[in-house]
């Protein structure tokens, strides 16, 4: 069975930093896998995805990698900005249906 | 705007009642899913559907059921068997094939009291 891990749960960086957030996943056969950003009360935006095959995605401030023989990602945010104070998510894809299998998220906190 | 519409925002019920959660999408996606998400967790899938008049159950179906009568409609009832129906419900969708992207509603607060 799948299991998504994401370390730590919460993360509070000082303005301008750059960080990574980690994800790693157990079985890694995944068809791909998802970056989310989910503020309080809200739903999911999809900030990245890559495929199976890619090493990595960028939009804008963020770049995400994949490592899938070690079943890692990171997601990389530039430039911390504290309108990136969010929860974020990782989720892989994999099997039947490729059925989403989700992290419990990092809360991360930009401070002024 | 193309999007997924979940309705209402906040949903109150008493024990012992079915509630139905609506979820609606212009993007002619094929698939659909439904998550239910607590507090510290990650999100749980409770069904989802590949085609129009099909659907199966997800990790924690039991206390749940859905139809898809329309490609853009999947409403979700909450019935009276699930033992902890109060959650945040998300509704998401994508088109057919393996390696699309999932686009995510704005969920749905439902506190059963």
């Known amino acids: 069975k799948q299991e998504v891990t994401q370390i730590p749960a919460a993360l509070s960086v000082p303005e301008g930093e750059n960080l990574v957030l980690n994800c790693s996943f157990t079985?890694?056969?995944?068809?791909?896998l998802q970056w989310f950003r989910q503020d309080p009360g809200k739903g999911l935006t999809s900030l990245l995805l890559i495929q199976s095959s890619q090493r990595e995605q960028t939009s804008g401030r963020l770049n995400a990698s994949l490592d899938k023989s070690s079943g890692r990602s990171t997601l990389y945010i530039a430039a911390s900005q504290p309108g990136d104070s969010a929860t974020y998510l990782c989720?892989?894809?994999?099997?039947?249906?490729?059925?989403?299998?989700f992290g419990k998220g990092i809360t991360l906190s930009v401070r002024p | 705007d193309g999007g997924i519409t979940q309705s209402p925002k906040y949903l109150f019920r008493k024990e012992g009642q079915n509630v139905t959660l609506s979820c609606e999408q212009n993007?002619?996606?094929?698939?659909m899913y439904w998550y239910r998400q607590d507090p510290g967790q990650g999100l749980r899938l409770i069904y989802y559907s590949q085609i129009v008049n099909d659907f199966q159950k997800g990790d924690i179906a039991e206390g749940y059921s859905v139809s898809r009568e329309k490609k853009e409609s999947f409403p979700l009832t909450v019935t009276s068997a699930q033992k902890n129906p109060t959650a945040f419900y998300l509704c998401a969708s994508r088109i057919a094939g393996d390696l699309s992207e999932q686009y995510f509603g704005p969920g749905t607060r439902l506190t059963v009291t």
């Open positions: 079985d890694s056969a995944i068809y791909n």
């Open positions: 989720a892989v894809s994999t099997g039947a249906n490729s059925k989403l299998t």
């Open positions: 993007l002619n996606h094929d698939a």
